[in-house]
């Protein structure tokens, strides 16, 4: 079902980016309380497995933050004003750097919990939650990547076409897809069985860049485009297999632990 699904809506993806981008509003300021720690901020709890419960709370936290990071470097390729442009471009900034400060915090509140008492079952959770932790930063930098690529896109006179812009919408389609089904990964107990649906898109993100990378190719050589536009092209298909490859690993992470657990 899931599978079909992905199938499905790759071909809908331009009309659906142009209703939402007609009807939803997007953000232009960071909402604080949206974007900073809310679950280990009052310091260790009376007993380890608490502290490691509120770090697991605070990692999907983490992960919803460079998710709306995603959906703004996204929309940025939907943007012509330059007003605009500029605004949601510095909410992105604003969003890398919390997403810095919130992987060094999250690391260290997991390490002051691993100096307690602790069984071994825990210490592999831990180990696995600091692996999650630096995997989402790594999202989060593929998404700052994507966003100074729109800028140079922004700023150049020989701009992506728009066939080019159909393609990376496509892109951003399957990595969504699969941010979505990390989340879903990380906020339940069990490994769901479509866990398995984020290889199917990974495998589908790795099909589609070299199909890209084929036809770029072939472009550049025809003219139809030039070489530095080939390259703002590739530079956005390549950071998104990357971003998809950070996301496998967020739920590699999570699985081995939890059959270790």
Do not use: W
């Amino acid at each position: 079902f899931n599978f079909c699904n992905v199938a499905l809506f790759i071909g809908l993806v331009k009309p659906l980016e142009q209703l939402s981008n007609r009807f939803i509003h997007k953000k232009k300021r960071v909402d604080e309380n949206e974007s900073e720690l809310r679950f280990i901020t009052q310091g260790l709890l009376e007993t380890p497995e608490d502290s490691v419960m509120q770090a697991k709370k605070e990692v999907i936290n983490y992960t919803d933050t460079v998710a709306k990071m995603f959906t703004q470097a996204r929309y940025l390729f939907s943007i012509n004003n330059r007003m605009e442009f500029k605004n949601t471009f510095t909410l992105i900034e604003h969003y890398e750097e919390i997403c810095d400060e919130m992987e060094v915090d999250i690391a260290n509140y997991l390490n002051k919990v691993s100096e307690e008492d602790i069984d071994d079952a825990l210490k592999v959770t831990i180990c696995g939650m600091l692996r999650e932790v630096a995997e989402i930063e790594s999202i989060g930098d593929s998404c700052h990547h994507i966003a100074h690529t729109a800028l140079r896109n922004f700023n150049s006179s020989k701009k992506l076409t728009e066939k080019q812009l159909d393609h990376i919408h496509q892109m951003f389609q399957l990595v969504e897809q699969a941010l979505e089904q990390v989340k879903l990964l990380l906020h339940t107990r069990k490994v769901p069985k479509e866990a398995s649906t984020i290889y199917y898109i990974e495998n589908e993100i790795n099909k589609f860049r070299n199909q890209l990378r084929k036809l770029n190719f072939q472009d550049v050589n025809k003219g139809t485009y030039s070489y530095q536009t080939g390259t703002m092209y590739m530079d956005i298909v390549n950071e998104c297999e990357q971003l998809a490859d950070a996301i496998i690993n967020v739920a590699e992470a999570r699985m081995e632990t939890r059959a270790k657990e």
